[in-house]
């Protein structure tokens, strides 16, 4: 699922490395090429004009932060626009003032409702809940069958018409469950409906029956993830025929483009609420558009990381840093120990590396880097004076053996510190011409 998406995505990303700054042009070749990106995945086509939109509104706007680079702005702004079209905030269920609480599932036949019902029974004892399943498909010779298999799986209790009683009344079963779990105190029910292979007004004028008779605190509309284009079609059905609450999206361990889970809340405005990712009953988790945004970006934890970064790196700071490091000589000692109390507030530098993509070599380079290291660069620094923190030149033989004493290492460690810090500063200089992150590039003026 996304694969293709994610892909596109991160040549985008990728084409943004190195620039100093986006021009007009920029953002619109970006739009023009996420734009491609959704379409091939089959994301409603409102949905995409809206999301562009607001890409390239915002990637022009005022919010260019002077602590990212133009592809961490970029990746930020899609980031972020990506959780919004997937709803937002998780939406959690609803319960009952008054035990049982209902739950209603609806959607076409296969979409996975009867194993939705197993896996989200099974999510709701796990939380302390007594739910019971009921069986209001009473159309497929086989499903009730189907679903007292997943009760039994799942370890929770199973309402169904007795067998031999020829088809049965579904909406009489619904209405009939609420007296029995009040009666055996389940807390919760799942009200499992029949579905159709298409968009047909008996099936919804039944459900819409079942829906009147329990009067649920939530109605999941299960949507087959793998479906594409067609997916919208059916939720509108489905919310005009019956109406729902929540949607739950099925088989995102399958390769569908993905489409359908990044149109339904837009089309439907309502929330996804539980996502299904395989055939076993652990296959199953509550839906949470933040993490789902980064999957798509395929970013691991780096969007933590240039989170963190916006944080723990203070703007104006940045700006008076870079063009220290610009003009050579002004970065001091003293510069340096800020910076290094700046990334250790970010968090062990484990955890930093393991927030990067990729990255192999450098993870190797970087993976060396002890915290300790570290801590010790920055008693080494503590032990100077001002004057020698300012003027690093200052710190002859005798100075070395102080600070040494002073912070508990050897002289030879002082010396090292010293000479990395000139060689640093020269290097740095030398960078500084080719646009680092939060350099001066990114000024209004
Ligand atoms: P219903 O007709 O809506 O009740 O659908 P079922 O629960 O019977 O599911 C239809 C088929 O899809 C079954 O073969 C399920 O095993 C399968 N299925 C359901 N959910 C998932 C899922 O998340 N991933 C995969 N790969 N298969 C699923």
Do not use: W
């Amino acid at each position: 699922m996304f694969d293709t998406l994610s892909d596109r995505l991160n040549k985008v990303f990728t084409g943004l490395r190195g620039k100093g700054r986006l021009s007009q042009a920029d953002i619109d070749s970006v739009a023009r090429e996420i734009r491609i990106a959704l379409l091939e995945a089959d994301v409603a086509l409102p949905v995409v004009r809206q999301f562009i939109a607001a890409v390239k509104e915002r990637a022009a706007g005022e919010e260019v932060s002077r602590a990212l680079n133009p592809a961490q702005q970029v990746i930020k702004i899609v980031n972020e626009e990506l959780v919004k079209i997937l709803g937002g905030e998780t939406r959690r269920l609803q319960y009952a003032k008054q035990p049982p609480t209902v739950i209603m599932l609806a959607g076409l036949q296969g979409a996975g409702k009867t194993t939705l019902a197993g896996k989200l029974a099974r999510h709701l004892k796990d939380q302390g809940h007594a739910p019971v399943l009921v069986a209001c498909d009473l159309q497929r010779p086989n499903a009730v069958n189907q679903l007292q298999i997943v009760g039994e799986r799942a370890g929770v209790a199973v309402y169904a018409p007795e067998p031999g009683n020829g088809i049965g009344d579904p909406v009489a079963v619904a209405r009939d469950s609420l007296d029995f779990a009040r009666r055996a105190q389940h807390d919760m029910v799942i009200v499992d409906t029949a579905g159709r292979l298409g968009i047909d007004t008996e099936m919804m004028r039944q459900a819409a029956a079942i829906r009147d008779a329990v009067q649920p605190q939530e109605i999941l509309f299960v949507l087959d993830a793998m479906v594409g284009q067609d997916a919208v079609n059916t939720a509108e059905a489905f919310r005009d025929g019956v109406g729902f609450t929540g949607v739950v999206l099925t088989k995102l361990d399958g390769d569908a483009r993905g489409g359908a889970a990044l149109s339904v809340r837009y089309v439907t405005g309502q929330p996804i609420m539980f996502a299904s990712n395989g055939e076993k009953l652990g296959d199953f988790d509550v839906f949470h558009p933040d993490r789902m945004a980064s999957r798509i970006l395929g970013m691991g934890d780096m969007l933590t990381l240039i989170e963190q970064a916006q944080k723990t790196f203070d703007q104006d700071e940045t700006e008076r840093m870079a063009s220290k490091l610009a003009s050579g000589n002004e970065f001091t000692l003293e510069d340096f120990l800020e910076q290094l109390q700046a990334i250790r507030r970010m968090g062990p530098i484990g955890n930093l590396l393991g927030m990067l993509p990729g990255a192999g070599q450098m993870k190797e380079a970087l993976a060396a880097v002890d915290d300790k290291d570290l801590d010790r660069t920055a008693a080494i620094i503590r032990s100077m004076t001002p004057g020698e923190r300012a003027d690093p030149k200052l710190i002859n033989g005798s100075r070395r053996l102080r600070i040494a004493n002073g912070s508990g290492v050897k002289v030879s460690e002082v010396n090292n510190l010293v000479d990395r810090f000139f060689e640093a500063r020269k290097m740095m200089s030398r960078m500084s011409g080719m646009g680092m992150p939060g350099g001066r590039r990114n000024a209004k003026n």
